[in-house]
């Protein structure tokens, strides 16, 4: 695998933890500097000491909330004078239960930041890509992107928006020499399920390792691809919702499924 092609460094939003730092530690063993961003500066800073020490790469931090004002336009100056060349837009949250019940000033952050957070930084990077006549892109979608889930309404909503735009992207952007990967994982060992007040063990689902989807996230961005869901069983599901089952019949059984394994509170 040779992702360094890209360019000297790479930019990975949402690098304190999760498949973001799983993505950090990746491509500094493919040889990049990096240019990691999160809101926790102390996360950032041990894992940024961490692959200095052991990779003797260079790390740039920026500590940013992406959904504060002009959080995109500070990061666009932040990076102007560095030969970035692979992306990942992964910084992320998540919000479930049922929708009314739900704050909506948490709805709106993240919808800011699952998709309208993603759009302008592809907007600036695609940009400065364009110009020198390559680059990468890698959107974090999700295996909810491809259906209706109730009870993540809003959430994998906001992952079907990032499917579609990265997917649509990938193909306007290959003449141009960019590729655009479209990462869709299912449930992931990250701070994220552990926020989910439901009983995993009531769904027909297995948890994949962060390093693993990470992966495959860069075989396939290696090969190309626009699209990729690590996991087998995470493929089928989302085989059997695109092409098997009427999107009605696919949103109600998993609107049955996550009733039952929910915290009823929140339903
Ligand atoms: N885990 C799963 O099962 C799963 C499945 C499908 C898709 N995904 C997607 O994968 C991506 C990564 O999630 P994860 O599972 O690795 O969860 P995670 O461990 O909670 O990571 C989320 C990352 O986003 C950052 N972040 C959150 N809010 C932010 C904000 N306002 N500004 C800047 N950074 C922010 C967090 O850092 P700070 O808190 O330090 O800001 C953290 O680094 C997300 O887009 C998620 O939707 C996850």
């Given at each position: 695998?040779?992702?360094?092609?890209?360019?000297?460094?790479?930019?990975?939003t949402?690098?304190s933890?999760?498949?973001?730092k799983?993505?950090?530690?990746?491509l500094?063993k493919e040889g990049?500097?990096?240019?990691?961003?999160?809101r926790?500066?102390?996360?950032?800073?041990?894992?940024a000491?961490?692959?200095?020490?052991?990779?003797?790469?260079?790390?740039l931090?920026?500590?940013?909330?992406?959904?504060s004002?002009?959080?995109?336009?500070k990061?666009?100056?932040?990076t102007q004078a560095?030969?970035?060349g692979?992306?990942?837009?992964?910084?992320?949250?998540?919000?479930h239960?049922?929708?009314v019940?739900?704050s909506?000033?948490?709805q709106?952050?993240m919808l800011?930041?699952?998709a309208?957070v993603?759009?302008?930084?592809a907007?600036?990077?695609?940009?400065?890509?364009?110009?020198?006549?390559?680059?990468?892109l890698?959107f974090?979608?999700s295996?909810?992107?491809?259906?209706?889930?109730?009870f993540?309404?809003n959430?994998a909503a906001?992952?079907?928006?990032?499917?579609?735009?990265?997917?649509a992207?990938?193909?306007?952007l290959?003449?141009?020499?960019?590729?655009?990967?479209a990462?869709?994982p299912?449930?992931?060992?990250?701070?994220?399920?552990?926020?989910?007040?439901?009983?995993?063990?009531?769904?027909?689902?297995?948890?994949?390792?962060a390093?693993?989807v990470?992966k495959?996230?860069?075989?396939?961005?290696?090969e190309?691809?626009?699209?990729?869901?690590?996991?087998?069983r995470?493929?089928?599901?989302?085989?059997?919702?695109q092409?098997?089952?009427?999107?009605?019949?696919?949103?109600?059984?998993?609107?049955?499924?996550?009733?039952k394994?929910?915290?009823?509170?929140?339903?």
């Amino acid at each position: 695998m040779s992702v360094k092609k890209y360019g000297e460094y790479a930019l990975v939003t949402g690098a304190s933890s999760g498949i973001g730092k799983e993505f950090a530690i990746a491509l500094a063993k493919e040889g990049f500097n990096l240019v990691l961003i999160a809101r926790r500066k102390r996360e950032l800073d041990n894992l940024a000491q961490e692959l200095q020490e052991e990779m003797g790469i260079k790390v740039l931090l920026y500590s940013i909330d992406l959904t504060s004002p002009n959080a995109i336009e500070k990061l666009d100056t932040f990076t102007q004078a560095l030969n970035i060349g692979l992306v990942v837009l992964n910084a992320g949250m998540q919000t479930h239960g049922s929708f009314v019940k739900t704050s909506l000033e948490e709805q709106e952050k993240m919808l800011n930041l699952n998709a309208m957070v993603p759009m302008k930084m592809a907007y600036i990077f695609a940009n400065r890509f364009v110009e020198k006549g390559s680059g990468a892109l890698v959107f974090l979608a999700s295996t909810f992107a491809y259906q209706a889930v109730p009870f993540f309404s809003n959430y994998a909503a906001s992952k079907s928006y990032i499917l579609n735009f990265a997917e649509a992207l990938h193909v306007e952007l290959a003449p141009k020499g960019i590729d655009v990967l479209a990462l869709s994982p299912g449930l992931t060992k990250t701070e994220m399920p552990e926020k989910i007040a439901m009983d995993f063990s009531k769904m027909p689902i297995s948890i994949m390792e962060a390093d693993t989807v990470v992966k495959k996230a860069l075989h396939a961005l290696d090969e190309q691809k626009s699209s990729v869901t690590p996991g087998g069983r995470n493929k089928m599901m989302a085989f059997m919702a695109q092409r098997m089952m009427p999107r009605s019949a696919i949103a109600s059984m998993f609107g049955n499924m996550n009733a039952k394994a929910m915290n009823p509170n929140i339903l």
